[in-house]
């Protein structure tokens, strides 16, 4: 018998538009209109394509949808809307790009006043931004003409969506001529000015963080091209401002002026330590740190520290008076003064400022004491680990890098060695009185090995051996007793421990059962005891306990483990 197959199946939308009355609400009910669309059935094309539609779907995704519908529902037509004019099908393309009327519909969305429906907002900046790539130079023809474009854009940088929208305009034109009048059309329009504005106490704080991320962004984005393009090329105008002097100093200005804001000091020192990375913040941690001599993706402009350096004071400061925050209970007791994020982004910019090997900076932190006051904080809040591996970067960057004069004198200052060994002395106290050992003896511990290897070989090794002879007797006798032998210990125990974990967690790899499992022999043993512990069930025979104990015999004897 043979069965026939009409592999040529009718969809239900081509059904629906045989029908003269048929609505776009209709075949947006449909399960696959999106596949017919991607798909690039014809006769929906050229139904969705038509003016009316088009402009539906306009309106779907940027009016807000009537409250009294259920709320599972409201926003089913919008997203299903955006994502048919996002589909990137030519015909719908072309239509949207270049139809003005269309455009228009578009950008009044911006001109409503804030608060944007962040659902709207986010289909608006998806839709606009796959114009920017498709049909760039219609788009930037048009956004170039509204003249109050980009303070609108500002005016709703509380919605996220409006962030993703200008790092389109940034990243997503091509050919790199276009892109580069957009970059210049950005910079006429003050946009680096703009959103460092905003970046200031008093202003909502959604603002300040967005502002504040797209900077940054700007910055990667316009660096990681900068390093695609071939020499000849014009630089990109906004990484030239934001890495300018006034820009830089502009910024610190909002930062300090009237009264500080945690949410406006983080914000604002968020920007400076992209403007500070020398590579992708991806690779970012110990294993750079700790090789000698790694490859910097660029070099940190001069005239960032330049802004910087005067205002090192400022930052010292808020080390010492950082904006008031309520007491916190945490897992070891309150907390009566935390921290704070404020204190704990200046700790990531001074290791930031130490790794660019700056003489002047490095001189201003040792006659500010900042390395000491941020020892200070370490052994203060002894658990908050992301404080301790600031500190840990920061005596990593003084022992790496040998050519300013101030960093031995940085290390002096700090008293590092005596404070190693107080605090090593005093967790010890504690737990010998059945106390928690210290949450920052981890990072203790790596520190005291850094000065140690530095003792043996590395860039600072003269100076660290002087330091170390010139320290009081007792003091030194202490030292050499705690590396010869509390050290040591620790960093057995340590090794012996992350074998141990690192045996636990260790994948199933092809030779694991020739490392851990049984041997050939052994292995026969097991497996003739579990079929004869496990018998198959057969219906044929008489039913019995297949757990009874019984006699077992082997075939083949097992040889004893050896290990």
Same mark, same amino acid.
């Given at each position: 018998?043979?069965?026939?197959?009409?592999?040529?199946?009718?969809?239900?939308?081509?059904?629906?538009?045989?029908?003269?009355?048929?609505?776009?609400?209709?075949?947006?009910?449909?399960?696959?209109?999106?596949?017919?669309?991607?798909?690039?059935?014809?006769?929906?094309?050229?139904?969705?394509?038509?003016?009316?539609?088009?402009?539906?779907?306009?309106?779907?995704?940027?009016?807000?949808?009537?409250?009294?519908?259920?709320?599972?529902?409201?926003?089913?037509?919008?997203?299903?809307?955006?994502?048919?004019?996002?589909?990137?099908?030519?015909?719908?393309?072309?239509?949207?790009?270049?139809?003005?009327?269309?455009?228009?519909?578009?950008?009044?969305?911006?001109?409503?006043?804030?608060?944007?429906?962040?659902?709207?907002?986010?289909?608006?900046?998806?839709?606009?931004?796959?114009?920017?790539?498709?049909?760039?130079?219609?788009?930037?023809?048009?956004?170039?003409?509204?003249?109050?474009?980009?303070?609108?854009?500002?005016?709703?940088?509380?919605?996220?969506a409006m962030m993703d929208l200008l790092?389109?305009?940034?990243?997503?034109?091509?050919?790199?001529?276009?892109?580069?009048?957009v970059l210049h059309w950005l910079n006429?329009?003050?946009?680096?000015?703009?959103?460092?504005?905003?970046?200031?106490?008093?202003?909502?704080?959604?603002?300040?963080?967005?502002?504040?991320?797209?900077?940054?962004?700007?910055?990667?984005?316009?660096?990681?091209?900068?390093?695609?393009?071939?020499?000849?090329?014009?630089a990109d105008p906004l990484l030239a401002?934001?890495?300018?002097?006034?820009?830089?100093?502009?910024?610190?200005?909002?930062?300090?002026?009237?009264?500080?804001?945690?949410?406006?000091?983080?914000?604002?020192?968020?920007?400076?330590?992209?403007?500070?990375?020398?590579?992708?913040?991806?690779?970012?941690?110990?294993?750079?740190?700790?090789?000698?001599?790694?490859?910097?993706?660029?070099?940190?402009?001069?005239?960032?520290?330049?802004?910087?350096?005067?205002?090192?004071?400022?930052?010292?400061?808020?080390?010492?008076?950082?904006?008031?925050?309520?007491?916190?209970?945490?897992?070891?007791?309150?907390?009566?003064?935390?921290?704070?994020?404020?204190?704990?982004?200046?700790?990531?910019?001074?290791?930031?400022?130490?790794?660019?090997?700056?003489?002047?900076?490095?001189?201003?932190?040792?006659?500010?004491?900042?390395?000491?006051?941020?020892?200070?904080?370490?052994?203060?809040?002894?658990?908050?680990?992301?404080?301790?591996?600031?500190?840990?970067?920061?005596?990593?960057?003084?022992?790496?890098?040998?050519?300013?004069?101030?960093?031995?004198?940085?290390?002096?200052?700090?008293?590092?060695?005596?404070? !190693?060994?107080?605090?090593? @002395?005093? +967790?010890?106290?504690? =737990? #010998?009185?059945?106390? /928690? &050992?210290?949450?920052?003896?981890?990072?203790?511990?790596?520190?005291?090995?850094?000065?140690?290897?530095?003792?043996?070989?590395?860039?600072?090794?003269?100076?660290?051996?002087?330091?170390?002879?010139?320290?009081?007797?007792?003091?030194?006798?202490?030292?050499?007793?705690?590396?010869?032998?509390?050290?040591?210990?620790?960093?057995?125990?340590?090794?012996?421990?992350?074998?141990?974990?690192?045996?636990?967690?260790?994948?199933?790899?092809?030779?694991?059962?020739?490392?851990?499992?049984?041997?050939?022999?052994?292995?026969?043993?097991?497996?003739?005891?579990?079929?004869?512990?496990?018998?198959?069930?057969?219906?044929?025979?008489?039913?019995?306990? !297949?757990?009874?104990?019984? @006699?077992? +015999?082997?075939?083949? =004897? #097992?040889?004893?483990? /050896? &290990?």
């Amino acid at each position: 018998m043979f069965w026939k197959f009409d592999l040529h199946t009718t969809s239900h939308i081509d059904q629906l538009l045989d029908r003269e009355d048929v609505t776009l609400r209709e075949l947006m009910e449909e399960d696959d209109v999106l596949q017919e669309c991607k798909a690039q059935n014809r006769r929906l094309l050229l139904f969705l394509s038509q003016d009316h539609c088009m402009q539906e779907l306009v309106s779907l995704i940027t009016t807000e949808p009537p409250a009294d519908l259920e709320e599972r529902s409201r926003f089913k037509f919008p997203n299903i809307a955006c994502e048919l004019l996002t589909s990137d099908v030519s015909i719908i393309n072309d239509k949207l790009g270049t139809d003005e009327s269309l455009l228009e519909m578009l950008y009044h969305f911006l001109e409503q006043d804030p608060p944007l429906n962040p659902l709207l907002a986010s289909f608006f900046s998806k839709t606009i931004g796959n114009l920017i790539a498709r049909k760039t130079e219609q788009v930037i023809t048009f956004l170039k003409k509204k003249e109050g474009f980009i303070g609108l854009v500002l005016k709703h940088i509380d919605a996220s969506a409006m962030m993703d929208l200008l790092l389109r305009l940034i990243s997503c034109v091509e050919p790199a001529p276009l892109r580069q009048e957009v970059l210049h059309w950005l910079n006429e329009e003050k946009l680096v000015q703009r959103l460092t504005e905003l970046i200031h106490t008093g202003k909502d704080e959604e603002r300040q963080s967005n502002a504040s991320q797209t900077l940054c962004d700007i910055i990667r984005l316009s660096r990681d091209q900068a390093n695609q393009m071939q020499e000849n090329m014009e630089a990109d105008p906004l990484l030239a401002v934001l890495e300018s002097q006034e820009s830089v100093t502009g910024l610190l200005k909002n930062l300090f002026e009237g009264e500080r804001s945690e949410a406006s000091i983080v914000n604002g020192t968020q920007v400076l330590l992209t403007l500070l990375e020398t590579r992708r913040s991806g690779l970012e941690g110990l294993m750079d740190l700790y090789s000698q001599g790694y490859e910097r993706s660029y070099t940190v402009n001069s005239s960032i520290l330049n802004a910087i350096e005067p205002h090192l004071k400022d930052f010292q400061q808020l080390l010492l008076d950082p904006p008031k925050k309520s007491a916190i209970l945490t897992t070891v007791g309150v907390l009566e003064q935390p921290l704070g994020n404020a204190r704990l982004h200046v700790a990531r910019l001074v290791a930031a400022l130490l790794q660019t090997n700056a003489p002047s900076i490095c001189q201003e932190l040792c006659n500010l004491a900042t390395m000491d006051l941020l020892l200070d904080l370490f052994f203060k809040y002894s658990w908050n680990n992301f404080l301790h591996f600031q500190v840990e970067l920061c005596v990593v960057a003084i022992l790496n890098h040998p050519s300013s004069e101030e960093r031995p004198t940085l290390f002096q200052k700090c008293r590092l060695v005596q404070r !190693i060994l107080d605090a090593w @002395e005093e +967790n010890d106290r504690i =737990q #010998a009185e059945g106390g /928690t &050992r210290r949450g920052n003896m981890g990072h203790l511990t790596r520190i005291a090995n850094m000065v140690v290897q530095n003792l043996e070989k590395g860039p600072v090794q003269a100076q660290i051996t002087d330091l170390i002879k010139e320290l009081p007797e007792d003091c030194r006798g202490r030292w050499e007793s705690f590396v010869d032998e509390t050290l040591r210990e620790t960093n057995r125990k340590n090794t012996v421990e992350l074998a141990f974990s690192d045996y636990q967690i260790q994948q199933m790899t092809a030779n694991f059962v020739d490392q851990f499992g049984f041997n050939d022999e052994e292995f026969t043993a097991f497996e003739a005891c579990c079929k004869e512990k496990i018998r198959q069930f057969d219906d044929s025979e008489e039913e019995e306990d !297949i757990w009874e104990e019984k @006699e077992i +015999n082997y075939a083949t =004897q #097992a040889k004893s483990r /050896t &290990r």
